[in-house]
């Protein structure tokens, strides 16, 4: 089944539930509770502004991904928050996503595009490598090593 992207508030009830899953997953992968920082994870109102959106893919009525697309600067955007279920992992859901955010980043004017990753989400790290981001950052804070990932679009 093909999913099906759709623009819904960043703090509506599909949004919170994959948010709450995927902090579940992050904090297994890490062992530790990484908390719901804004520097990392933004806040829902950020997908709400000029060169923002928020999509949640749906597979029938089970939203299965999401993804979140803020402006910071004005000719730069910062994927947050994006996150496939275990369940819709494999079939190209993730790189969707991906796409159509960075269409969305350059229809608003950006002319680069960042995220963030961590070392325990491979997956998502060798996604975005693939898909031709670069490590322009690596911090660190404590055992955590996060990446800083930028793409001219």
């Known amino acids: 089944m093909t999913a099906e992207l759709r623009d819904e508030p960043a703090d509506g009830p599909a949004a919170q539930a994959l948010w709450a899953e995927y902090m579940a997953l992050v904090a297994e992968r890490l062992e530790v509770p990484v908390g719901e920082r804004e520097d990392i994870f933004a806040t829902p109102d950020a997908f709400a502004g000029p060169g923002s959106a928020w999509l949640v893919a749906y597979e029938g009525d089970r939203a299965v991904g999401c993804g979140g697309l803020r402006q910071l600067a004005p000719e730069v955007g910062e994927i947050k928050r994006m996150f496939v279920t275990a369940s819709a992992r494999g079939q190209g859901l993730g790189r969707r996503l991906l796409t159509t955010l ?52």
Request: aromatic share 6%; glycine share 6%; charged share 40%.
């Open 102 to 153: 960075e269409a969305r980043s350059a229809a608003a004017g950006h002319h680069r595009i960042r995220l963030i990753t961590t070392d325990v989400l491979r997956e998502a790290r060798a996604l975005y490598e693939d898909a031709g981001y670069r490590i322009i950052e690596t911090p660190r804070e404590g055992d955590r090593q996060d990446y800083v990932l930028e793409k001219e679009l």
